[in-house]
């Protein structure tokens, strides 16, 4: 990706567009952006980080926030970069969310826009989506926002960062770079796993010791050795348990034989009794047998003696109905006569109905008309309170309407003189934002001038100090000097006194000594010489440091007075104002900025609409009620009209019509009952009529009936009187006393048949136990159920006992198959553990080497990253630096496989990149940067980084390094790339003659191209 133009409006310190044309920095240019601080260079990456993915360099800033406070307001923030990919060039505009003006005034906001276009013969959209436009640019470059900062464009003060950071933080940002995730996943599935296997294992390892604990065992040999002995024990109570059972059981055998037998011989002393007490009943059966016989044969003639009694009881009843119906005869004939003269009466007085039905019709009419005289009035009524109600009504709505005519003037004319001084709000904060500027450049000059002052006493103070020590300096020296001659010539002295005549001199080789050394006034020892030796460097030390001190506040001073024409120069006439002043012209600013913020133009808009709308709508009403008055006034008089016109119509007697109701209602009553009395007279006639003919007619067949039931009667005695001759009976009574019901005579038979059936069995039931028993003897029952009762505890203790021993035997062999089915659980689970496990283990850095996968794998990256890294740094450290990665000396497992290490060559020995110094921390973090730039281009796909901006750092170098890390960004422009630095150092400015100049001024800050 190589940049073509950048166009930048109202971003950063741009306040007007400025636009920016790589193309006429040539092919692949090496180039400087140059300015002093806060011009705006860095501002100009965060546009085209910004265009690209809508996020600053540093991230560190927000979109928003870019917005030049200098702008105008109709001018939008807005940033536009043309780049070319693969033979194609793109566009992407791009501009924040943001306050507009709006045509009416006041102020709208516009929401966040970004479109990409690919620009040819013909431009086609490629997205006008904001959140899609990031996407496509990450398709198209092959890096997102984090990658593009940390390999294309190196932000101010991130170098130092990478170079130094821990191996955690390098992991995170090498795993980001080169998407290593995936072997973290691997980690941590694999950790998920084997922590999953060892959860089980242990629940099954608990398991275990739970199930021990339940029968009070330590462990598993203890269980076989317990279920051995438990065992053994179990089979011999089984076979003592089978033995006492078999004894129960014949003893219960014998009982029960013993009891059938005596039961037995009770029986047959019971058949006996039975059959004997049976036999005295004997007299009782002769007695039923006759009586059963005396009512069979009453049983065969009864139905002649009843035909007898039937024919009798109709006659009678015949007779009855016959008296009765001719008395009722009686009865229904004068019933009649009276009947016949009340419908007579009742039909003279219904000639009257027609009479009161006529009156009826005329009262009915009057009622109605009362009624509508009663309507009409209340009609009236109702109109004349209407009419008064809708003239306060109109009076009220006319009044509110003038007080809402002159509210919406009132509102107009403030929304008016609101609008005029919210215009005026931006003037006002650009005001504002001068001033802040201005009075914070004014106190850093009385800062300064303050410095200054200071700095000149602290330069007269060290300038007598220097004097001073130089001073001091001198004397240490003379004393020192003089101490050292007093010791050399001590130390001739003592030579002196070795000499003897005809000896050599060791320092002349004279054998004559006529004037040998004498001690002065004391001997001076080594030591004192040593002591003012120290104290002639201390005071040469002191001398340095205070030279050393006034040096530096004579440079900070020049530094100052630099800064203080710089800034009176920007300040211009209002150097020398008072700051006091200044800050309340601020204060007053803000003051009145507050104001206009608290101005709600769109709230008075609605305010004057709304009221205009209820001046609209208070006409409406008005209309409303004109009308409504108007129809009611209509109403009233038509009203009048027609209730003046019933009143002459209606009889003056009348005067409510209640009264005319009650008259129609006493007229209603008078005609129901002449209809119903006549209705009745009819009825009762009739019915009258009727029941005197059923009479008749009744007498004549209950007359017919009474001679055929007599003769029937008289047929039915002759043949009684016959068949009672016949029988064994004297005569009808002896007849009635041998009667029984049904019921007597079945209940008898049963009687008769079960004294012969129970005499019968009773005799064969003794002939049977006779033949049973008749040699044996009565058992002993009571010693037979001593034995089984015995026999049955002792049975009853063994099964107790062998009931325990089984369940003891029970509980611990399941316990034992619990447990070794725990096992074989716990057997696979340690065969996946030692897959799993080891694998985890060994991915995660706790074994062998202690460095994870992810750790190992980045580890071969970095290295590939650090030989890239090590010839640039050898070039620019002229062959002093290589870098390399730590491989021993590690502080733990997060210390692991990536720290770096610099290896010198002038010492043959590694040491830690943070031993650097700050110009040599430069060129290994930029070679490092350059290295990483290299290998995330060879790892990423063919992804080509034809581009790379490096932001400040250069300050720190000395001049040859200087040349040799910009001799390495020409190997690197070359090779194919475009390259900016960003830096303010000088010896850049003369090195690079292409340049992009950020000039600064109080109106915003301009960009121009030099060198071409």
């Keep these: 990706m190589k940049p073509i133009t950048l166009s930048m409006q109202a971003f950063g310190p741009f ?55 200098l702008a105008a307001d109709e001018m939008l923030t807005t940033v536009t970069l043309d780049f070319k990919l693969n033979q194609h060039v793109y566009r992407i505009t791009r501009s924040p969310e943001q306050s507009k003006p709006k045509r009416g005034g006041g102020f709208t906001t516009a929401k966040h826009a970004a479109t990409i276009t690919c620009l040819g013969e013909t431009e086609v959209l490629i997205s006008n989506k904001t959140s899609q436009v990031k996407h496509e640019v990450i398709k198209l470059i092959g890096l997102n926002e984090t990658q593009f900062r940390q390999v294309m464009v190196l932000p101010q003060g991130k170098f130092r960062e990478l170079l130094l950071a821990s191996s955690k933080d390098r992991e995170d940002i090498f795993g980001q770079l080169f998407q290593t995730d995936i072997y973290k996943r691997i980690e941590y599935a694999l ?75 009770e029986r047959q002393q019971q058949a006996q009794q039975a059959l004997i007490q049976h036999q005295q009943t004997s007299q009782t059966h002769q007695a039923n047998e006759h009586r059963l016989q005396q009512a069979l044969a009453a049983k065969n003639i009864e139905a002649k003696h009843q035909a007898v009694q039937q024919q009798h009881q109709q006659i009678q009843k015949l007779q009855a109905d016959i008296a009765r119906t001719q008395a009722q005869r009686e009865q229904n004939t004068q019933q009649l006569e009276k009947a016949r003269i009340t419908r007579k009466q009742a039909q003279e007085a219904a000639g009257q109905v027609a009479l009161l039905t006529e009156e009826q019709y005329q009262l009915n009419s009057i009622k109605t008309a009362l009624q509508d005289k009663q309507a009409l009035a209340a009609s009236i009524k109702q109109c004349e309170q209407a009419e008064t109600k809708l003239s306060a009504e109109l009076a009220k709505y006319e009044q509110h309407k003038a007080q809402l005519e002159q509210q919406t003037s009132d509102a107009a004319a403030t929304l008016k003189t609101t609008i005029e001084q919210k215009l005026q709000s931006h003037k006002v904060e650009a005001k504002i934002q001068q001033l802040i ?19 000149n006493k602290h330069i007269n103070k060290a300038q007598k100090q220097v004097a001073i020590a130089q001073e001091q300096q001198q004397q240490a020296q003379v004393r020192a000097d003089t101490i050292e001659m007093h010791w050399y010539n001590g130390q001739a002295a003592v030579l002196a006194q070795k000499l003897r005549q005809q000896m050599p001199c060791p320092v002349c080789g004279s054998k004559e000594h006529p004037q040998p050394a004498v001690f002065a006034e004391h001997e001076v020892s080594k030591t004192e010489v040593q002591q003012a030796r120290q104290q002639a460097t201390k005071a040469y030390d002191k001398t340095g440091q205070a030279q050393s001190d006034l040096q530096q506040y004579q440079q900070q001073l020049t530094q100052n007075q630099t800064r203080q024409h710089e800034l009176s120069a920007e300040l211009g006439d209002i150097a020398n104002s008072d700051i006091n002043a200044q800050q309340a012209a601020l204060l007053e600013l803000q003051q009145r900025s507050a104001e ?56 003056a007697k009348y005067v409510t019509a209640a009264e005319v109701e009650t008259e129609i209602e006493s007229i209603k009553t008078k005609i129901t009952a002449l209809n119903q009395a006549l209705e009745h007279a009819v009825e009762d006639e009739h019915k009258a009529n009727n029941a005197l003919s059923a009479n ?126 725990l096992r074989d659980k716990n057997t696979k689970l340690e065969s996946q553990y030692q897959v799993y496990g080891t694998l985890y283990e060994v991915t995660s850095g706790k074994t062998g080497s202690r460095v994870s996968l992810h750790r190992f794998v980045l580890g071969v990256l970095l290295d590939d990253v650090l030989i890239q890294a090590s010839q640039r740094l050898e070039l620019m450290s002229k062959g002093r630096y290589r870098l390399l990665r730590k491989t021993a000396g590690f502080k733990g497992a997060a210390g692991r496989g990536l720290d770096l290490m610099v290896e010198d060559s002038y010492t043959s020995r590694s040491r830690d990149v943070a031993t650097l110094s700050g110009g040599e921390s430069f060129m290994a973090a930029l070679a490092l940067a350059l290295g990483l730039s290299d290998v995330v281009q060879s790892y990423s796909g063919g992804i080509r980084l034809e581009t790379l901006f490096i932001d400040e750092g250069f300050g720190s170098l000395d001049p040859e390094s200087l040349d040799l890390a910009i001799q390495t960004l020409v190997d690197l422009q070359q090779n194919g790339r475009t390259i900016g630095v960003i830096s303010h150092v000088t010896e850049l400015k003369e090195q690079m003659g292409l340049r992009i100049d950020v000039i600064p001024s109080r109106v915003g800050s301009k960009v121009s191209l030099a060198g071409r």
Excluded at 446 to 455: D, T
Excluded at 614 to 625: L, S
Excluded at 699 to 724: C, D, F, G, P
């Design 437 to 455: 500027r201005s009075i914070k450049d004014l106190q850093h000059l009385e800062e300064i001038n303050n410095q200054n002052e200071q700095l």
């Design 696 to 821: 008749e007619g009744s007498i004549k067949a209950n007359q017919q009936y009474l001679k055929q039931a007599q003769q029937r009667h008289n047929e039915a005695t002759q043949s009684w009187q016959q068949v009672l001759g016949d029988s064994l009976f004297s005569d009808e009574a002896d007849f009635s006393n041998a009667q029984l019901e049904d019921t007597d005579i079945s209940d008898l038979q049963q009687t008769i048949s079960a004294y012969k059936d129970q005499q019968l069995k009773l005799q064969q039931t003794l002939a049977d136990l006779d033949t049973v028993l008749h040699d044996k003897t009565p058992p002993d029952t009571q010693v037979l159920q001593a034995n089984c009762d015995h026999a049955q505890q002792t049975s009853k203790n063994a099964s107790n006992t062998l009931n325990d021993v089984r369940s003891t035997y029970q509980q611990l062999y399941q316990v034992q198959q619990n447990i070794n089915s």
């Design 15 to 69: 306040a007007d567009k400025q636009v920016i044309d790589f193309t006429r920095l040539g092919s692949n240019p090496l180039f400087l952006i140059n300015g002093p601080t806060g011009s705006g260079k860095t501002s100009i990456l965060d546009a085209l980080c910004y265009a690209l993915y809508g996020e600053t360099t540093g991230n560190e800033r927000d979109a928003m926030q870019m917005r030049c406070d």
């Design 191 to 265: 950790k998920e796993k084997a922590s999953d296997i060892t959860r089980a294992k242990n629940e099954f390892d608990n398991q275990i010791r739970g199930a021990l604990q339940v029968v009070n065992l330590a462990t598993p040999e203890e269980l076989t050795e317990q279920l051995f002995k438990v065992k053994t024990q179990l089979d011999a109570q089984q076979a003592e348990t089978d033995k006492v059972l078999a004894a129960t059981q014949q003893a219960e055998h014998a009982l029960q034989q013993g009891r059938a037998l005596s039961q037995q011989f």
């Design 596 to 651: 206009l913020q608290k101005m709600d133009v769109d709230a008075l808009e609605q305010e004057v609409r709304t009221l205009e709308q209820r001046c609209k709508n208070g006409e409406q009403r008005i209309a409303a009620v004109v009308e409504k008055k108007t129809g009611n006034y209509a109403n009233l008089c038509t009203y009048q009209k027609q209730y003046n016109t019933l009143c002459d119509s209606i009889d």
